[in-house]
C-alpha cells in the first residue's frame, strides 16, 4: 500500500489550500481514509475522517466548519479541502488508511508541509 500527499505549502491566514492523498496498492474504495497532522514539537492529531463510500465524515474540532474531507473512488485519491487557515494550522499533515482506532493505523502517508504565516 503506498499514500502519496501533496498540495502542501506556504499561505497566509486566511486563505485556503486543498491536499490530496493517491492510494494504490489497496481497493481503495473499500477503506477508511483519515487526516492527521503534526506540528513542530507535537504529537500528531487527528484532523479529519470518511468513509469508504464518503457519505460520513468526522473532524476535530479545531478544524470543524473550516475542513472538508473528500474523496473520489474512481481516482483512488482522497482530499483535504481547508479553508480559513490559521497559523496554528501549521503542520505536517498525513493522510492514513487502514484506522485501527485511537489515532492509529496501518498505512501512512510520507506527509505534506502546510505553513500559515500571519
Known amino acids: 500500500v503506498q499514500l502519496q500527499a501533496y498540495g502542501g505549502g506556504l499561505v497566509q491566514a486566511g486563505d485556503s489550500l486543498r491536499l490530496s492523498c493517491a492510494a494504490s496498492?489497496?481497493?481503495?474504495?473499500?477503506?477508511?481514509m483519515a487526516w492527521f497532522r503534526q506540528a513542530p514539537g507535537l504529537e500528531r492529531e487527528f484532523v479529519g475522517y470518511?468513509?469508504?463510500?464518503?457519505?460520513?465524515?468526522n473532524y476535530a474540532d479545531s478544524v470543524k466548519g473550516r475542513f472538508t474531507v473528500t474523496r473520489d473512488n474512481a481516482k483512488n485519491t482522497v482530499y483535504l479541502q481547508m479553508n480559513s487557515l490559521k497559523p496554528e494550522d501549521t503542520a505536517v499533515y498525513y493522510c492514513?488508511?487502514?484506522?485501527?482506532?485511537?489515532?492509529?493505523?496501518?498505512?501512512w502517508g510520507q506527509g505534506t508541509l502546510v505553513t500559515v504565516s500571519s
Open positions: 470518511i468513509n469508504w463510500s464518503g457519505d460520513s465524515t
Open positions: 492514513a488508511t487502514g484506522l485501527t482506532g485511537k489515532g492509529g493505523a496501518d498505512y
Open positions: 496498492g489497496l481497493t481503495f474504495s473499500s477503506y477508511a
